[in-house]
């Protein structure tokens, strides 16, 4: 498709789960980003990619979240040892890349439920 | 540190009334960017528009106009003869960098 794609759109899960979150972006878009959004809640940052590299990951709420962008194209959000706490939708975004666009193109995201 | 304020949580009003949504920020970057995203009921954040922190010329876009004031750290969002399409949550959004930082979003709710 022609937008920003987000698998699973839903995923329920028990705690202490681990869970894959895929983002597919806008083709010829080098840049991606992560966001999660909490019910009621602006989208947080977590981490941007820009090629293959993690350019910014400083949002990452700790150590048991992790993503990887292996082809400069897909990211999956790795998020082990789950927690009621990181029920969220997280959202993936996609530009162009470079400082100068800056808008970004988002997903319909990936509500993340954790029992 | 970079910071994106909007006070109003919610907004109630009723076809045909123009309303205000308030944004103010903070950045201690010289060139920035700030942009207004609108998330309808269905869940997908849509750009809406775009600033330079070197531009503040005011911009209308049909119903839309935006007023960028560097003076107040402002970028407020009018909407002219609401519509109940228009009921969606707003978010100012901030960037510097590369990274871009949201608001919490006013939610906005426009009766027939």
């Known amino acids: 498709g022609a937008g920003v794609s987000q698998t699973p759109s839903n995923k329920v899960t028990e705690k202490g789960k681990y869970v894959e979150l895929r983002c597919d972006p806008i083709s010829g878009h080098t840049a991606l980003y992560w966001y999660r959004q909490s019910l009621g809640q602006g989208p947080e940052f977590l981490i941007y990619?820009?090629?293959?590299?993690?350019?910014?990951d400083s949002g990452l709420p700790n150590d048991r979240f992790f993503a990887v962008r292996p082809e400069g194209s897909v990211s999956t959000l790795k998020i082990q040892r789950t927690e009621r706490g990181d029920s969220a939708v997280y959202l993936c975004a996609s530009s162009l890349g470079g400082f100068n666009t800056g808008e970004l193109f988002f997903g319909e995201g990936s509500r993340l439920t954790v029992l | 540190a970079q910071k994106v304020t909007q006070a109003q949580t919610e907004i109630s009003v009723v076809e045909k009334e123009d309303v205000t949504l308030d944004c103010v920020y903070e950045t201690r970057d010289t060139t920035y960017y700030l942009f207004w995203y609108k998330q309808p009921p269905s869940g997908e954040l849509v750009f809406l528009i775009r600033?330079?922190?070197?531009?503040?010329q005011n911009e209308i876009s049909g119903r839309y106009s935006w007023n960028f004031q560097k003076s107040t750290s402002s970028f407020n969002f009018t909407i002219t003869a609401s519509q109940v399409v228009d009921s969606a949550v707003y978010f100012c959004a901030l960037r510097g960098g590369f990274k871009t930082i949201f608001g919490a979003g006013t939610r906005l709710f426009v009766k027939a």
């Open positions: 600033r330079n922190s070197f531009d503040e």
């Open positions: 990619f820009q090629g293959t590299g993690a350019a910014d």
